[in-house]
């Protein structure tokens, strides 16, 4: 793509309808196809490193540790992740399995990354951020797909893909099946980190034309796998301390999901999505999951200056746990229900000059009941290369069901009068939602027809945020022997604010060489509130992402097929865990043997043999080092 082609992206994250990148009034940022296959990642953690803004940090082999603009853990309950618009958030402790996000990689025709509140159309939890995964119409991957590769991390893997039509031509269809093998990473003291894993993955996409103003998208996918996950037990009330263990954990899981979108006319239409996920993991809760999801919205062109959307939400969540000694949820059953309603209002003030969007999501949750998250955004495009932006929003963390009914023992030991006792984390039925208030301004501009840069800045204000408080002592009975369980429960007690810039710009040096440039900063303030005895939890959030990182990407096309893209990603240190800065280099080589087949040779990174990105500062996993690697792939489409 040159340079007008990015500005001129249709995103469809930010208001739910597509618009122009040129004209978002967001701090937006697009993977494109082009920079998926040029960067040599086989997921999409790696993929994610490239966004400015974007805290990547590797756990273990199979564990990642994802958010936007602070805020980083291992389940990173502010950012909502999509895929094809479909929700991939985890009520039982936030965040996403990033494991199982296995989409073929080909398949995916762009990543839109929202860095900042998404609440006013995508609800609780789009707190920092919005991540969809935006895959391919079935039209568009017609033929097949062969591709496999092997190294010393990434073992083996592959993807067989086959696409056609049916119908007499009135229906798309694509077909696959993937698998990965993938080694264990060093432990903390260089010796095996057992956490090595493999997933098979098989799904499907059509695309149906039902009549001139009716289409329907349905797809699905099911998997199964095993991973090792080195983590902790507690093996009885009296032990003085968790004991390390390493227990294979297997994986199950599926989705099937359909859209359909009716056009009354070129003004109006509507869209009905229905999808149905589940999936089971035997790990330390042994969870077992099932969710309903609903999402209607109409979409009105109201005269040659307002388009207005609204819509409406419902979602059914079961799942069942068998926790142990160590974590639990009390109850182990649960079902809850979440419904909501949307509406927007896309204003022209001056036509091609000045855009004013209002909108807010209102939704009702089994804890804390009604929410609401108001959003406003305008942008001003003074000529065609030229488009200054700002928001003011509201979003919500709505509290997960650890919140609520955690059960976790840390500890046994003799008590008052030789009473055994058990000390620990409770969950708070009187938790609450997690609030902030967001504003941002940006500028994104086409200097040539060679340069583009977009630098967007933000100031959050936070309030009732996440502490851990004391609670009071009490007897209890089960599980035998009789002790006393000292409690710390989850409590609302800290506020504090966050602010930063991020700025990302493309240069095409020359025809045949392009480099993407981009950094990063950030730094988050909290604080304890008055009467809060927690005196940790401000510190660790204030120390767990990085404040300042950077990315440069370069892209150069050779001669006779030959492709030479490097990367390099620099991270500043995590003092909340006592992690120092590193910096990351991928390459990769490709030859473009025919119009069909490419071979291409890929390092990462390259700059040491190991490193440390992340901890799970609730050590609810063992960490891992990431470590230098390489593979080979070949990829032949027919």
């Given at each position: 793509?040159?340079?007008?082609?990015?500005?001129?992206?249709?995103?469809?994250?930010?208001?739910?309808?597509?618009?122009?990148?040129?004209?978002?009034?967001?701090?937006?940022?697009?993977?494109?196809?082009?920079?998926?296959?040029?960067?040599?990642?086989?997921?999409?953690?790696?993929?994610?490193?490239?966004?400015?803004?974007?805290?990547?940090?590797?756990?273990?082999?199979?564990?990642?540790?994802?958010?936007?603009?602070?805020?980083?853990?291992?389940?990173?309950?502010?950012?909502?992740?999509?895929?094809?618009?479909?929700?991939?958030?985890?009520?039982?402790?936030?965040?996403?399995?990033?494991?199982?996000?296995?989409?073929?990689?080909?398949?995916?025709?762009?990543?839109?990354?929202?860095?900042?509140?998404?609440?006013?159309?995508?609800?609780?939890?789009?707190?920092?951020?919005?991540?969809?995964?935006?895959?391919?119409?079935?039209?568009?991957?017609?033929?097949?797909?062969?591709?496999?590769?092997?190294?010393?991390?990434?073992?083996?893997?592959?993807?067989?893909?086959?696409?056609?039509?049916?119908?007499?031509?009135?229906?798309?269809?694509?077909?696959?099946?993937?698998?990965?093998?993938?080694?264990?990473?060093?432990?903390?003291?260089?010796?095996?980190?057992?956490?090595?894993?493999?997933?098979?993955?098989?799904?499907?996409?059509?695309?149906?034309?039902?009549?001139?103003?009716?289409?329907?998208?349905?797809?699905?996918?099911?998997?199964?796998?095993?991973?090792?996950?080195?983590?902790?037990?507690?093996?009885?009330?009296?032990?003085?301390?968790?004991?390390?263990?390493?227990?294979?954990?297997?994986?199950?899981?599926?989705?099937?999901?359909?859209?359909?979108?009716?056009?009354?006319?070129?003004?109006?239409?509507?869209?009905?999505?229905?999808?149905?996920?589940?999936?089971?993991?035997?790990?330390?809760?042994?969870?077992?999951?099932?969710?309903?999801?609903?999402?209607?919205?109409?979409?009105?062109?109201?005269?040659?200056?307002?388009?207005?959307?609204?819509?409406?939400?419902?979602?059914?969540?079961?799942?069942?746990?068998?926790?142990?000694?160590?974590?639990?949820?009390?109850?182990?059953?649960?079902?809850?229900s979440l419904f909501g309603c949307f509406v927007q209002d896309e204003i022209v003030l001056?036509?091609?000059?000045?855009?004013?969007?209002?909108?807010?999501?209102?939704?009702?949750?089994?804890?804390?009941?009604?929410?609401?998250?108001?959003?406003?955004?305008?942008?001003?495009?003074?000529?065609?290369?030229?488009?200054?932006?700002?928001?003011?929003?509201?979003?919500?963390?709505?509290?997960?069901?650890?919140?609520?009914?955690?059960?976790?023992?840390?500890?046994?030991?003799?008590?008052?009068?030789?009473?055994?006792?058990?000390?620990?984390?409770?969950?708070?039925?009187?938790?609450?939602?997690?609030?902030?208030?967001?504003?941002?301004?940006?500028?994104?501009?086409?200097?040539?027809?060679?340069?583009?840069?977009?630098?967007?800045?933000?100031?959050?204000?936070?309030?009732?945020?996440?502490?851990?408080?004391?609670?009071?002592?009490?007897?209890?009975?089960?599980?035998?022997?009789?002790?006393?369980?000292?409690?710390?429960?989850?409590?609302?007690?800290?506020?504090?604010?966050?602010?930063?810039?991020?700025?990302?710009?493309?240069?095409?040096?020359?025809?045949?060489?392009?480099?993407?440039?981009?950094?990063?900063?950030?730094?988050?303030?909290?604080?304890?509130?008055?009467?809060?005895?927690?005196?940790?939890?401000?510190?660790?959030?204030?120390?767990?992402?990085?404040?300042?990182?950077?990315?440069?990407?370069?892209?150069?096309?050779?001669?006779?097929?030959?492709?030479?893209?490097?990367?390099?990603?620099?991270?500043?240190?995590?003092?909340?865990?006592?992690?120092?800065?590193?910096?990351?280099?991928?390459?990769?080589?490709?030859?473009?043997?025919?119009?069909?087949?490419?071979?291409?040779?890929?390092?990462?990174?390259?700059?040491?043999?190991?490193?440390?990105?992340?901890?799970?500062?609730?050590?609810?996993?063992?960490?891992?080092?990431?470590?230098?690697?390489?593979?080979?792939?070949?990829?032949?489409?027919?």
């Amino acid at each position: 793509m040159n340079i007008e082609d990015l500005m001129n992206i249709k995103v469809s994250s930010v208001s739910r309808t597509e618009e122009k990148l040129s004209r978002t009034a967001s701090a937006v940022f697009v993977i494109t196809q082009e920079d998926i296959r040029r960067s040599g990642a086989l997921n999409i953690p790696d993929l994610l490193r490239m966004v400015p803004g974007v805290d990547v940090g590797q756990i273990n082999a199979n564990t990642w540790a994802i958010a936007v603009r602070g805020f980083n853990s291992r389940f990173s309950n502010k950012l909502m992740v999509l895929l094809d618009g479909r929700r991939l958030y985890i009520p039982t402790t936030g965040g996403v399995f990033w494991d199982v996000v296995d989409v073929p990689l080909e398949d995916i025709e762009r990543i839109e990354v929202i860095r900042g509140p998404g609440g006013s159309v995508w609800g609780a939890n789009a707190v920092e951020g919005v991540i969809n995964i935006i895959t391919k119409k079935a039209a568009e991957t017609s033929g097949g797909l062969v591709s496999a590769g092997g190294g010393n991390l990434a073992q083996g893997f592959g993807t067989v893909q086959y696409g056609g039509n049916l119908d007499k031509g009135k229906m798309d269809y694509r077909v696959y099946t993937k698998y990965q093998d993938n080694d264990h990473l060093p432990n903390a003291t260089g010796q095996n980190g057992g956490d090595g894993w493999h997933l098979l993955d098989g799904g499907f996409r059509t695309d149906s034309a039902l009549s001139d103003k009716d289409n329907l998208t349905t797809q699905g996918s099911m998997y199964t796998g095993e991973e090792d996950i080195p983590t902790f037990t507690l093996p009885s009330l009296s032990s003085p301390s968790p004991v390390f263990v390493d227990t294979p954990v297997n994986l199950s899981g599926g989705y099937l999901q359909s859209v359909w979108n009716h056009t009354f006319s070129a003004r109006t239409d509507t869209t009905l999505e229905v999808s149905y996920d589940s999936y089971r993991r035997n790990d330390t809760l042994r969870e077992g999951r099932e969710t309903l999801y609903v999402d209607f919205q109409h979409h009105i062109a109201v005269g040659t200056r307002q388009d207005i959307r609204w819509g409406l939400t419902y979602e059914y969540t079961d799942s069942d746990t068998d926790g142990g000694l160590l974590f639990s949820v009390d109850p182990a059953d649960l079902s809850a229900s979440l419904f909501g309603c949307f509406v927007q209002d896309e204003i022209v003030l001056v036509p091609e000059r000045l855009y004013l969007t209002v909108g807010t999501k209102l939704e009702h949750n089994n804890y804390t009941g009604w929410a609401a998250m108001p959003g406003t955004r305008i942008a001003w495009q003074p000529n065609k290369k030229n488009m200054i932006w700002a928001a003011l929003s509201r979003a919500v963390h709505t509290p997960n069901e650890t919140d609520i009914a955690a059960r976790q023992n840390f500890a046994g030991f003799v008590g008052p009068g030789g009473l055994p006792a058990v000390a620990g984390i409770a969950g708070n039925p009187d938790y609450r939602n997690e609030e902030l208030v967001a504003t941002e301004a940006g500028y994104r501009a086409s200097v040539s027809d060679r340069i583009s840069f977009g630098v967007a800045a933000f100031y959050n204000h936070y309030t009732h945020q996440q502490t851990l408080e004391p609670g009071t002592p009490f007897l209890e009975a089960q599980p035998p022997p009789l002790h006393l369980f000292i409690p710390s429960l989850f409590a609302n007690l800290m506020h504090g604010e966050a602010h930063g810039f991020e700025i990302s710009s493309d240069w095409k040096v020359m025809n045949r060489w392009s480099l993407s440039p981009g950094y990063a900063f950030e730094q988050v303030n909290m604080h304890a509130e008055p009467g809060s005895l927690d005196t940790t939890s401000a510190a660790l959030n204030d120390g767990i992402s990085p404040r300042h990182s950077a990315q440069l990407r370069s892209r150069v096309d050779l001669s006779h097929g030959l492709a030479w893209d490097a990367a390099a990603y620099f991270v500043g240190r995590l003092p909340g865990e006592n992690i120092p800065a590193y910096t990351r280099i991928d390459t990769q080589l490709t030859w473009e043997w025919s119009e069909r087949g490419t071979v291409s040779l890929v390092g990462q990174n390259l700059q040491r043999d190991h490193h440390l990105e992340f901890e799970d500062f609730l050590q609810s996993i063992v960490s891992s080092q990431t470590k230098r690697s390489g593979y080979a792939m070949i990829r032949w489409r027919f």
